[in-house]
């Protein structure tokens, strides 16, 4: 398979070890100082693009990939808002899409089990849920988009949560909401926990990532996956779960 870069920092230097393992090739290696690679014939040859830029870019390079014919696994994350409008490109054909806000294995196996045990707790009201996340000094955003699916999943799943909220300086959320705290300290690569406290006891769960290689590797399978599949797609029906 023929895969183009878009964005050649840690994680598409990881991407691109992982692609390169399990045989594939890299038409081209797209980043800041690069762009106009975007109308070269190395990028139009490609079966698929991989997307992982900053928030203020990758929207723009979303609409490049669809205007080229490339189909784009983008894990870009601080850009919901412009979400819709790639969902809509898609749906009118004009595109070819899996967005995640983390495409790593784990950490969607962890999303199910946070679905599951937010259904449960809909049925106990004295537990109370609470959420950390923890990255790297060079995240932009805050809380990470990880943070954000999860807590929607929460709310979703769980009747007694109205939405999401990080906490003032005192520490206190509005009523209902599910307070996300976020702290940024070396090179963590990712550590999210959801937490239900009573007065009983308290049930916590966590995902902590060792390295960037589990993200690497969920998004080369998402672009193995992809270019047979016009339109808007997730990394959950990648994985099958």
């Not at 979303?62 to 412009?82: E, I, M, N, Y």
């Not at 300086?169 to 690569?189: K, Q, S």
């Amino acid at each position: 398979m023929k895969i183009a870069l878009i964005g050649y920092g840690k994680m598409g230097h990881m991407i691109e070890s992982v692609a390169l393992s399990r045989g594939h090739e890299i038409t081209c290696r797209i980043d800041r100082d690069n762009t106009e690679d975007f109308d070269s014939d190395a990028f139009r040859s490609s079966d698929v693009a991989i997307e992982f830029t900053t928030p203020a870019t990758a929207a723009e390079n979303v609409l490049k990939c669809f205007s080229a014919g490339v189909p784009v696994v983008c894990g870009s994350t601080g850009w919901t808002d412009r979400l819709p409008e790639m969902q809509e490109l898609c749906r009118e054909g004009k595109g070819s899409m899996i967005w995640a806000s983390n495409f790593s294995v784990g950490v969607n196996i962890f999303m199910a089990v946070n679905r599951v045990l937010a259904r449960i707790m809909s049925k106990f009201p004295e537990y109370t849920p609470s959420m950390t996340e923890v990255h790297h000094i060079h995240k932009l955003d805050h809380p990470s988009g990880t943070a954000i699916t999860l807590a929607e999943e929460i709310i979703e799943e769980n009747t007694r949560i109205a939405g999401w909220q990080e906490p003032d300086e005192a520490g206190h959320v509005d009523t209902g909401n599910l307070p996300i705290a976020h702290e940024r300290r070396g090179e963590v690569p990712g550590i999210h926990t959801i937490r239900w406290d009573s007065e009983a006891d308290m049930i916590e769960i966590t995902h902590s990532a060792n390295s960037r290689q589990g993200f690497a590797l969920g998004a080369v399978l998402a672009a193995e996956w992809l270019p047979a599949r016009p339109g808007w797609h997730t990394i959950a029906e990648v994985l099958d779960i």
